[in-house]
């Protein structure tokens, strides 16, 4: 059934009021853009706990929302460096990888084959190579960092060492030694388990580092 001309101008007429209406109303609504953003991380009330296992060549004051776990990235429970361990802290998705070498003894290391593969072995822990190392592991981020700062710092318990904070999307944003320059060598690094980010991880990268400093300025060793 066709329809007349009549029906015809006044279904016209009730669709070109509806055009009218929501292009008024779509000119006149106040537009608010959305910012970019990420969720809100709820941070825990800071309290510590001291870390002394018999044996260990040092000690030190970590969080209690953090868990100290031994290290077996590089070795197996009979290891030739049994004193690296790891404080993990879930919440976070973090992880701080802790090394310690004896100067003067010997220590498991990676060593890079011809064919490019690494493999362990085992060698001398000389003084000087072991600052040189701690530096190149910092700069292997110069590629992807937008900074490398290195300083200089001395603790109240007589702990000398170097702090590194590595600016841009690095792996480790946070690396430090410490050392007797005589016995003792101890590294630190700051490693996350997720794509790194340095928006989204440097509230949790603030929060950590006060935890960082808190281990360093409560760092001794134990067997002067």
């Known amino acids: 059934m066709k329809k007349n001309k009549k029906q015809t101008q006044v279904i016209s007429y009730y669709l070109?009021?509806?055009?009218?209406?929501?292009f008024f109303i779509s000119c006149n609504s106040v537009y608010t853009s959305?910012?970019?953003?990420?969720?809100?991380?709820?941070?825990?009330?800071?309290?510590?706990?001291?870390f002394k296992k018999e044996g260990f060549p040092y000690t030190f004051e970590y969080p209690v929302y953090a868990q100290i776990i031994k290290d077996t990235t590089y070795f197996d429970e009979d290891a030739t460096n049994p004193y690296w361990v790891n404080i993990d802290f879930p919440q976070f998705?973090?992880?701080?990888?802790?090394?310690?070498?004896?100067?003067?003894?010997?220590?498991?290391?990676?060593?890079?084959?011809?064919?490019?593969?690494?493999?362990?072995?085992?060698?001398?822990n000389i003084f000087d190579y072991m600052?040189?190392?701690?530096?190149k592991l910092t700069n292997k981020n110069e590629f992807v960092a937008s900074s490398i700062k290195d300083s200089l710092f001395y603790t109240q318990h007589g702990i000398t060492g170097v702090f590194f904070?590595?600016?841009?999307?690095a792996a480790?944003?946070?690396?430090?030694?410490?050392?007797?320059?005589?016995?003792?060598?101890?590294?630190?690094?700051?490693?996350?388990?997720?794509t790194p980010n340095a928006d989204s991880l440097k509230?949790?990268?603030?929060?950590?580092?006060k935890d960082i400093d808190h281990l360093i300025n409560t760092f001794t060793w134990t067997n002067k």
Do not use: H, W
């Not at 480790?172 to 997720?194: C, E, H, I, V, W």
């Open 131 to 135: 600052v040189k190392d701690a530096f």
């Open 34 to 50: 959305k910012k970019t953003g990420y969720y809100k991380i709820n941070f825990p009330e800071r309290k510590y706990i001291v």
């Open 203 to 209: 509230p949790v990268q603030d929060f950590l580092q």
């Open 93 to 124: 998705a973090a992880r701080i990888f802790l090394s310690y070498k004896d100067i003067g003894g010997k220590s498991t290391y990676k060593v890079k084959q011809p064919n490019g593969i690494y493999k362990d072995s085992l060698g001398a």
């Open 172 to 194: 480790t944003a946070k690396q430090f030694f410490m050392s007797d320059t005589t016995k003792n060598f101890f590294r630190g690094a700051l490693y996350f388990d997720a």
């Open 16 to 22: 070109f009021s509806i055009a009218c209406y929501l």
């Open 165 to 169: 904070s590595v600016g841009g999307n």
